[in-house]
């Protein structure tokens, strides 16, 4: 089965000095389980995939040093990186990381395959809907578009690559470098043609009625 890429320890400490460089705007405060923040845990639930999500997500609660109230903190939805940083994303759709930026892998029970998503979100509409029933494959989530080149490297001698890229000009292009650089990579986003992305085809199927908490 698909492994967090925390399994080893799922209860992260509440004070984690992450982050090294006072050059990043964002510094951890603490995290807490899934279910502690109610906004968070509505957010999650109209994606459709707070089911999938304990082991995976975390609430991480953040300051922005760089504002002049420095001493506000924020919250949002968060998943580790392979720098064991945190990636994030709020209730109204922000996204960013408290340090540096990276690829987030979870490692698979078949080392030959590999998939690719952009975002976590995508990863756990995709587990979701395939109920976790065949053997897994290594998931590599870019959580970014500039992280394509660095992934392509990790990946390119992989037997078997399954591309979950988003239906918008961006994702196709980007599923379209890959191809070039790796011909034997597939394109699997028919299987939610007519969709932007995985979730986005979740949460029409499953009746869920998901915003961006904007209003």
């Known amino acids: 089965n698909t492994r967090p890429i925390n399994s080893i320890n799922n209860s992260l400490p509440q004070n984690l000095d992450i982050q090294k460089s006072q050059d990043y705007a964002f510094k951890l405060v603490k995290t807490k389980p899934l279910g502690t923040n109610f906004l968070l845990t509505k957010y999650l639930e109209s994606r459709g995939i707070?089911?999938?999500?304990?082991?995976?997500?975390?609430?991480?609660?953040?300051?922005?040093?760089?504002n002049k109230d420095s001493l506000t903190s924020y919250y949002a939805i968060g998943?580790?990186?392979?720098?064991?940083?945190?990636?994030?994303?709020t209730i109204k759709?922000?996204?960013?990381?408290?340090?540096?930026?990276?690829?987030?892998i979870i490692p698979g029970s078949d080392e030959n395959h590999a998939a690719?998503?952009?975002g976590y979100m995508d990863y756990l509409s995709w587990l979701k809907h395939t109920n976790n029933a065949q053997?897994?494959?290594?998931?590599?989530?870019?959580?970014?578009?500039?992280q394509?080149?660095?992934?392509?490297?990790?990946?390119?001698?992989?037997?078997?690559?399954?591309?979950?890229?988003?239906?918008?000009?961006?994702?196709r292009q980007a599923t379209s470098n890959i191809i070039n650089a790796i011909p034997h990579a597939k394109d699997r986003s028919?299987?939610?043609?007519?969709?932007?992305?995985?979730?986005?085809?979740?949460?029409?199927?499953?009746?869920?009625?998901?915003?961006?908490?904007?209003?």
């Open 50 to 66: 707070y089911d999938v999500a304990q082991g995976h997500l975390h609430e991480v609660y953040y300051k922005n040093h760089m």
């Open 79 to 89: 998943w580790q990186n392979e720098h064991k940083n945190f990636e994030f994303t």
């Open 93 to 104: 759709g922000f996204k960013s990381s408290i340090g540096a930026k990276g690829i987030s």
């Open 116 to 118: 690719v998503f952009e």
């Open 135 to 146: 053997l897994s494959p290594t998931i590599y989530v870019l959580n970014s578009i500039a």
């Open 148 to 171: 394509l080149n660095k992934t392509i490297d990790r990946i390119k001698n992989i037997k078997q690559i399954d591309l979950f890229l988003d239906n918008d000009k961006a994702g």
């Open 190 to 215: 028919n299987q939610y043609q007519g969709y932007k992305d995985f979730n986005e085809m979740l949460v029409d199927k499953i009746g869920c009625k998901y915003h961006s908490f904007n209003n």
